[in-house]
């Protein structure tokens, strides 16, 4: 039962344009939601988060948006850079725990092209 | 401000073996949280401690254990392993439960363990 979803294995984009990732989850209590980046051999650096009580969420190039009815969150980034070139996992948590335990998605491996 | 470290970076063992890992959170982190990376399964949490207490626990059998220090270093022992074993081991510290609420998790660069 895999409570968070990214639904796309891969995406491609466009240097400078916009790149869209999204992620679906199921478990209505989840409260916390949190964007990671990871290169081959390294742990998941941390991106962007956004707590339930927001819709949105923007730091730089990055914006997260929740759309808490159709429990989905999308992760925007403008303008994409080659070093965005990455994997992208969406993560949840739920009662609180906020990043104590998280609940992660499969990733989603974005490649920007020059 | 050091990162979270994790030791070793490398490991092969046998079938059959235990394994310890070790992580050392980011200084002032209480809070220490364990995962699994495979390609099959994803990122999958193994357990949390907080204060030498495991406060939460994934679904993984009671091969997979861990504990945690007065400092907060924590390591992890899985006993009797198998070829299934073979992962990344990712530990992450947070800040969280020392009355900081919804603060992100600091991955350290993990541990590759294969099982032949």
């Known amino acids: 039962d895999q409570q968070v979803k990214q639904n796309s294995p891969s995406l491609s984009v466009q240097e400078g344009r916009i790149s869209i990732l999204n992620c679906d989850y199921t478990?209505?209590?989840?409260?916390?939601f949190l964007w990671y980046k990871k290169y081959p051999a390294e742990g998941p650096t941390f991106l962007i988060s956004?707590?339930?009580?927001?819709d949105k969420n923007e730091d730089g190039r990055f914006t997260v948006f929740l759309n808490k009815s159709a429990k989905h969150l999308s992760l925007h980034i403008v303008p994409s850079q080659p070093g965005d070139s990455a994997v992208y996992f969406c993560?949840?948590?739920?009662?609180?725990?906020?990043?104590?335990?998280?609940?992660f998605g499969q990733g989603t491996r974005l490649t920007i092209n020059p | 401000k050091a990162g979270v470290t994790q030791t070793p970076r490398y490991l092969i063992k046998t079938r059959g073996q235990q394994v310890t890992l070790s992580c050392s959170p980011i200084?002032?982190?209480?809070?220490v949280s364990w995962y699994q990376q495979t390609p099959g399964q994803g990122l999958q949490f193994l357990f949390e401690?907080?204060?030498?207490?495991?406060?939460n626990k994934g679904n993984f059998p009671g091969r997979f254990s861990g504990r945690q220090f007065s400092n907060s270093r924590s390591e992890m022992n899985v006993s009797t392993l198998e070829l299934g074993d073979s992962a990344l081991y990712l530990c992450?510290?947070?800040?969280?439960?020392?009355?900081?609420?919804?603060?992100?998790?600091?991955f350290g660069q993990g541990t590759r363990l294969t099982v032949v």
């Open positions: 993560a949840a948590s739920a009662g609180r725990q906020g990043a104590q335990k998280l609940v």
């Open positions: 956004i707590s339930s009580i927001k």
């Open positions: 992450a510290s947070s800040p969280q439960g020392s009355g900081i609420m919804n603060t992100e998790a600091f």
């Open positions: 401690y907080f204060s030498e207490t495991q406060r």
């Open positions: 478990n209505s209590m989840f409260d916390y």
């Open positions: 200084s002032g982190h209480r809070s």
